[in-house]
């Protein structure tokens, strides 16, 4: 006995410890049951957590600039991962509690119970564990501002040039801050801003934020400023409750430390950047902004310190764009298709939009049929063409409708009247203007003038005509979209006819005048007018350009009492039909260029006449005397080579000596004049009469005898002389007398004056003794010389006269173009070389004495400039060094040589 109970102290700890491990392992097995209906109520919990998280992260996630945390992300892919292994859990269940006997204390597979029971027990803590957790403060934060934020675009050819052009502004050594890009509707100003926004992703141009705004048309500052405000961030619910002014101090604590660039896109007028809270871009930041705009006005309201005009693709890049977009499987289709595709694609004139979406429309176009039918409704600018109403035109009418006045807007549908491509000379535009009263009529014609200028400069400026020099034109979609305007106002009040360049052999039937207010017949070949129209309303007519037109019925103006601007120049009329007397509201009437040979008494009926142009009328002999000087209301009166070269001298001829002076000083309202004078005596009364001297434009001499002499200083007196357009012939005395005026240069007073500022070309021919024209030296603003048949001219400017004048002022610091024609003793132009920083072109024919050309290395510098001459006289060119002839030899242009009596009748065509 004694051994036995000696032995069991040593055998209890040793029961414990295996009831220890076996008690724990066994309530895997006997609590399994209820941990799988525990776990299927915690799996329950916890969806509705995840619920309301995630709809908590959502709500959050709206907020601009804001994301969700990592801690909630992180917990959002634990419930992912632990849910997926609860349903597995539960769906095995069923068969792992059918292993359990004894009352589910015991399993007949104890192991697998085992390990499964476990399982079930460490999920459900962990599940617990995340329905439980409340330690994450904020679901969203928010994120940095991104630099860049890519926008959608689409690669459009023609644009790399341009976008290199505007990128390097953006080089942040560049002084230039504020860049305005301006140009039509359509021209791919947006494209272009969306490319430099892009090509901040991968450039090594490095910036805090570049930030894009639309301005568009119906702005507000406030919602600008808003847009700004997202794009940095500050944009919540705190920020929505501030005031303009708080949000603008909030932008620029933000913006002013760091290096933006800001993108405005589409402005139609200026926007206050300040007033937002935009600082304004400095080079030590290094900031930048640029914006887009249809009118050039704004990038001056912007103070732009680059502006740049965004043209029109080149017809080449043009071309291509408009057979990728139709595709080589529809082009190649038919053989006459390209013909066709390429007729197409000059009207849109390199207008992107117009390429890309005529492109569109005829790329399914399969048939020769469907193209040739799209000629002809392209052709028809009042023709609904599938897309362009609703792409093009609907978008460059905002142009239109953005125009300031009513008045201004009838000026540009004016414009539709002339034909596609047509250069509209400035003074006529405005005249036709001024005599259709678009605007308050002005006593002072000057005024008027200033004010036809003025809105030509909105025009252009908004980009709805090209400036030319002298010239504006209209492109081809604009104009189309101009000529669907005014058909769309004439079914309310205003109706047009334009047929210009439509090929015409005879004139619209004479009923189609009847409501007409506004006809253009311009450039065809219509033969006569025999047929009498009907049409009380009409304004305007145009028959000029008609070289076929030889007879005007007598009574076909008949009707026309309310015409009041009648253009026939550059028409085959002989004579004006007897009727004209008829139309009493006649303001302009225009017969240059015809072969009239005398003007009918009656014309001294048009007693509202303002603007009457007889140039270049050589057959005219006859102008009734007394006829000039009943026009009383004449403001403009245009007699440049008016008349031949010899006429008669009847004293009730208006072409006579001195009558022409005598019957022009009666007109009170005279303003604008331009005349050929032919003899001494008239020239002299002319120059004594202020009142003619004032209103000179231009001025043609011709024919001197040979005992006369001219002092140049006579011109300078002249207030408005803009060119001398034709024929300067001085006789030998000219020498004397000129350089009696010349020497006078020494003169201070006139160094600083330098007399003929206005006078802008000079064209001297046949002056057979004429030696030089330092003269010239006095004209600060002459962009065109040409100088021809003079045989005896030795040198433009003189050496000998000039002395130490030509360091003090600037010659031919704005000639764009020199020609120089038959002068066989010339030897020189200018002593030294010239900068010609405007120069465009020099023509050189038959000069054998010049060797040398005032071209140097730093001459025209930047400039395209084009030579003209013929390669015996290029070949011996003396120049300044090597380089100096490479640079120009680029743009020489050999010319065909012709015999001087060639020469006698190119002159007399021009």
Same mark, same amino acid.
């Given at each position: ?567 026939? /120049?550059? !028409?085959? =009329?002989?004579? #004006? $039909?007897? +009727? ?5 509201? %006649?303001? @302009? *009437? &225009?017969? /240059?260029? !015809?072969? =009239?040979?005398? #003007? $009918?008494? +009656? ?5 509202? %006449?303002? @603007? *009457? &142009? ?297």
């Amino acid at each position: 006995m004694g051994g036995v109970f000696a032995i069991q102290p040593s055998l209890d700890p040793c029961l414990e410890r295996c009831l220890d491990c076996l008690i724990p392992k066994a309530l895997y097995i006997c609590q399994l049951e209820d941990n799988l209906i525990a776990l299927e109520a915690e799996r329950d919990r916890l969806k509705a957590v995840h619920t309301d998280w995630t709809q908590m992260i959502m709500t959050a996630e709206e907020g601009p600039g804001m994301s969700r945390s990592k801690l909630i992300d992180g917990w959002l892919l634990r419930v992912e991962a632990l849910t997926k292994e609860v349903e597995l859990l539960i769906a095995r269940g069923p068969r792992e509690k059918a292993r359990l006997c004894l009352g589910g204390c015991c399993s007949m597979n104890i192991s697998a119970s085992y390990k499964f029971g476990k399982r079930v027990d460490k999920v459900l803590n962990e599940v617990k564990e995340l329905t439980g957790q409340r330690d994450i403060q904020e679901v969203a934060y928010k994120r940095p501002v991104e630099p860049v934020v890519e926008r959608p675009s689409e690669l459009t050819l023609g644009f790399k040039t341009m976008l290199d052009n505007v990128w390097s502004y953006l080089d942040e050594e560049e002084p230039v801050c504020i860049i305005g890009v301006y140009g039509m509707g359509g021209v791919g100003k947006t494209t272009l801003l969306t490319h430099i926004n892009n090509k901040f992703l991968d450039s090594s141009k490095k910036v805090d934020v570049v930030i894009w705004i639309t301005v568009s048309k119906d702005f507000t500052l406030e919602r600008v400023q808003e847009d700004i405000g997202k794009r940095m961030g500050f944009f919540n619910e705190q920020w929505k409750e501030k005031s303009f002014q708080e949000k603008a101090v909030d932008i620029l604590n933000g913006m002013r430390k760091k290096k933006f660039v800001l993108l405005l896109d589409d402005m139609w007028e200026r926007v206050d950047l300040v007033k937002m809270g935009v600082p304004l871009p400095s080079r030590q930041k290094g900031s930048k902004v640029v914006f887009t705009t249809r009118s050039k006005e704004v990038c001056g309201q912007m103070d732009a310190e680059k502006i740049i005009y965004l043209k029109p693709l080149a017809w080449e890049i043009a071309w291509e764009l408009f057979q990728e977009k139709i595709g080589e499987e529809t082009l190649h289709i038919h053989p006459e298709i390209p013909r066709l595709a390429h007729d197409i694609a000059k009207k849109c004139q390199g207008l992107p939009l117009a390429l890309i979406t005529i492109a569109r429309a005829m790329a399914s176009r399969r048939t020769l049929q469907e193209w040739n039918h799209a000629v002809e409704v392209l052709s028809n600018p009042t023709s609904d063409f599938h897309g362009m109403w609703d792409n093009v035109f609907t978008i460059l009418k905002y142009s239109y409708d953005s125009l300031p006045n009513d008045k201004i807007k009838s000026c540009f549908l004016y414009c539709t009247l002339f034909p596609r491509n047509f250069k509209i000379f400035k003074s006529d535009l405005i005249a036709y203007w001024m005599c259709e009263e678009f605007w308050d009529e002005y006593d002072n014609g000057s005024s008027a003038n200033d004010k036809g200028h003025h809105i030509m400069g909105v025009l252009v400026r908004a980009c709805l005509l090209e400036d030319e020099g002298d010239y504006v034109k209209m492109h081809d979609v604009i104009r189309d979209m101009g000529l669907r305007i005014a058909c769309n106002c004439a079914r309310t009040k205003e109706t047009n006819l334009v047929q210009a360049g439509a090929l015409l052999i005879e004139a619209p039937e004479a009923r189609k005048w009847e409501h007409i207010k506004r006809m253009s017949l311009m450039e065809n070949s219509i033969r006569v007018l025999t047929e009498v129209p009907t049409c009380p309303e009409l304004f305007t007519l145009f028959l000029c350009h008609n070289p076929n037109l030889v007879m005007i019925r007598g009574d076909f103006f008949r009707s026309m009492k309310a015409l009041t601007v009648l253009d026939l /120049s550059k !028409t085959g =009329i002989q004579e #004006l $039909p007897s +009727g004209i007397s008829d139309m009493v509201s %006649l303001q @302009y *009437l &225009n017969i /240059s260029y !015809t072969v =009239i040979n005398q #003007l $009918p008494a +009656g014309l001294m009926r048009l007693e509202k %006449l303002k @603007y *009457l &142009n007889l140039e270049h009328n050589e057959n005219l002999y006859m102008i009734p005397k007394q006829l000039v000087r009943s026009l009383s209301r004449l403001q403009a009166l245009r007699m440049l080579g008016c008349g031949p070269v010899h006429y008669p001298q009847a004293k009730d001829n208006l072409l006579s000596d001195g009558v022409c002076v005598k019957e022009l000083q009666c007109l009170e309202n005279l303003n604008r004049l331009s005349i050929t004078v032919r003899c001494a005596s008239a020239l002299q009364s002319f120059f004594s009469t202020h009142k003619l001297r004032s209103c000179v434009e231009a001025i043609s001499l011709e024919n001197f005898s040979s005992s006369v002499s001219l002092n140049i200083s006579w011109l300078a007196n002249m207030q408005h002389l803009l060119t001398c357009p034709n024929s300067l012939n001085i006789n030998s005395n000219m020498a004397r007398t000129e350089r009696q005026a010349v020497g006078n240069l020494h003169n201070s007073t006139i160094l600083r004056t330098r007399c003929f500022n206005n006078l802008q070309e000079v064209r001297v021919r046949k002056c057979f003794q004429l030696r030089d024209l330092t003269w010239l030296i006095l004209v600060p603003n002459l962009t065109v010389l040409e100088v021809t048949m003079c045989r005896n001219l030795e040198e433009i400017i003189s050496v000998e006269q000039l002395g130490f004048v030509g360091k003090i002022l600037n010659p031919f610091a704005r000639l764009q173009v020199l020609e120089l024609h038959d002068l066989p003793q010339m030897k020189r132009i200018y002593p030294s070389i010239l900068p010609f920083p405007f120069l465009k072109k020099i023509e050189v024919f038959n000069c054998p004495m010049l060797k040398k050309v005032p071209l140097g290395s730093n001459s025209a510098k930047g400039r395209k400039v084009v030579i003209e001459a013929d390669d015996h006289w290029w070949n011996g060119v003396e120049w300044e060094n090597r380089e100096t002839k490479a640079a120009f030899s680029r743009f020489y242009f050999r010319r065909i040589e012709l015999q001087p009596s060639h020469m006698f009748g190119m002159l007399g065509s021009r």
